[in-house]
């Protein structure tokens, strides 16, 4: 299932070249500004969380392709995209570029090799695959950011769903009130965000009418309760005493003068 993900071929570069030269090591720094414009400015990882290595490799490797960057030179590249502390990690296990330390990797393949099985494991993986299949919308997130956070989880899946199955997580997982109409709603050609802006419109809805029937009650308490504060107070109705005990208190009184 995961053998995609951790073979570092598919991370490739359409340039394979191997040859770094003088020339190449030249002309690296200027390569490099232009793999940046396409990368991200300020968008080096750090190594963490650990499963987002996926995102960063693919990114990495388009960055590079879009530029015609070759394979040799990206192994020289790649830890220029990273901050501490996984640069520090990385440049442990680079061959020095003049030579004197050969390094544990010695070729681009083999240090995204180095990098895939640094940060990621099949029983990582899998623990963070079956969080996306149990993933449902939670109480004070939104539909949008519920779908957002999908996209997430698949990043440190891996990339491993397609845009089918997110979408069909995505229409399990959204609150009740919406469900229905997200799943007749959707079809192949929709987007995800536009799925979740079907969902965010029903979802704000469902919460209105509750809001509204939750101001209702609040009125109807407040109401009953003034009425209650104005209803005058009735004075104890007065009672009579039992014959048989009025007499006997006539008797008291007639003993005592006596």
């Not at 769903?161 to 192949?188: L, M, S, Y």
């Amino acid at each position: 299932m995961f053998r995609d993900v951790f073979d570092c071929e598919s991370y490739s570069l359409v340039n394979k070249s191997l040859t770094y030269g003088s020339r190449e090591a030249h002309t690296l720094g200027r390569r490099k500004k232009d793999v940046a414009q396409s990368f991200g400015i300020r968008s080096e990882w750090d190594g963490t969380p650990p499963l987002k290595v996926f995102q960063f490799l693919r990114k990495f490797a388009k960055a590079c392709d879009d530029n015609d960057v070759s394979e040799a030179e990206a192994f020289f590249m790649l830890q220029d995209f990273t901050k501490e502390p996984l640069r520090s990690e990385v440049m442990s296990v680079m061959p020095s570029r003049h030579g004197g330390n050969p390094g544990a990797v010695n070729s681009y393949l083999e240090l995204i090799n180095w990098m895939l099985r640094y940060h990621a494991d099949e029983a990582s993986l899998a623990a963070q695959v079956e969080e996306f299949n149990r993933a449902t919308q939670t109480p004070g997130e939104s539909e949008r950011t519920f779908a957002e956070r999908l996209r997430q989880l698949n990043v440190l899946c891996g990339f491993i769903h397609p845009q089918g199955v997110i979408k069909g997580r995505f229409v399990e997982g959204v609150h009740r009130a919406a469900r229905v109409t997200v799943r007749e709603r959707n079809t192949p050609s929709m987007t995800l965000a536009e799925l979740a802006r079907i969902a965010q419109t029903k979802g704000d809805e469902y919460r209105w009418i509750v809001s509204d029937q939750r101001r209702e009650r609040e009125k109807e308490a407040r109401i009953a309760e003034a009425s209650h504060l104005r209803r005058p107070t009735r004075p104890p109705p007065y009672s009579r005493a039992h014959p048989a005990v009025a007499a006997a208190s006539c008797d008291e009184v007639g003993d005592t003068s006596e």
